[in-house]
Every structure is written in C-alpha cells, then in structure tokens.
C-alpha cells in the first residue's frame, strides 16, 4: 500500500523559514513517474494549491508564493520538498503533499505550519 507522509511543519516566526518533506512508499510505486504537489488548507477553507513538480523537474508556483517557496524532488529518495521562506502569518496551514499519474491520486495526512510571533 502506497504512503505518502508529510514532515517538518512547526510553529515559526514571521520570516522564518521551513523545509517540508513528503517521503513515498510503498511496493511497486515508482515516484519518478509522478507528478507532485504541495497543497495547503486552513480551516473552514478550500484545498488551496501551492506549488507543483513534473517528474522531469518542471516546477509551477501560485502567484501568493511565489519568489518564497521553492518545490523540489529527490526521486533516489522519493521525497518531494517545499523550502517555505520568508514566512508570513497568512501562510498558517496545513501543508499537504499530492501525488498523481494516470489514475492514481494519492494525498497525505499533512503537516501543520503555524507562522506566529
């Protein structure tokens, strides 16, 4: 069974920064051939995507990020990376890592990123 887990959330300071992880697992899932997101949902909001990563390394951020977070992917490692930086109070979340291709769709649990002074 296929497992996508998301790590490195925390509480932080106005400008601070984080690197999330989102590590793959599972038999016979092959990560280099798909694509990954990073998504992020405050309560009472829909799912908002943030950034995203084709298998062959093109990379897509949302304008509310852009220039600030930088989505990255390591297929020897099946990790999938969001650096966040220069963090702000609006960035509050739960952080979610996606995974597609043809028609698979997987989600993880998510980690929660508290920006607060």
């Known amino acids: 069974q296929v497992q996508l887990v998301e790590s490195g959330g925390g509480l932080v300071q106005p400008g601070g920064s984080l690197r999330l992880s989102c590590v793959a697992s599972?038999?016979?899932?092959?990560?280099?051939?798909?694509?990954m997101y990073w998504y992020r949902q405050v309560p009472g909001n829909e799912r908002e995507l943030v950034a995203t990563?084709?298998?062959?390394?093109?990379?897509n951020h949302e304008d509310s990020v852009k220039g600030r977070f930088t989505i990255s992917r390591d297929n020897a490692k099946n990790t999938v990376y969001l650096q966040v930086n220069s963090l702000k109070p609006e960035d509050t979340a739960v952080y979610y890592c996606?995974?597609?291709?043809?028609?698979?769709?997987?989600w993880g649990l998510g980690t929660q990123v508290t920006v607060s002074s």
């Open positions: 990563i084709t298998p062959g390394g093109s990379t």
């Open positions: 996606r995974a597609t291709w043809l028609n698979n769709n997987l």
């Open positions: 599972g038999s016979r899932f092959i990560f280099s051939l798909y694509t």
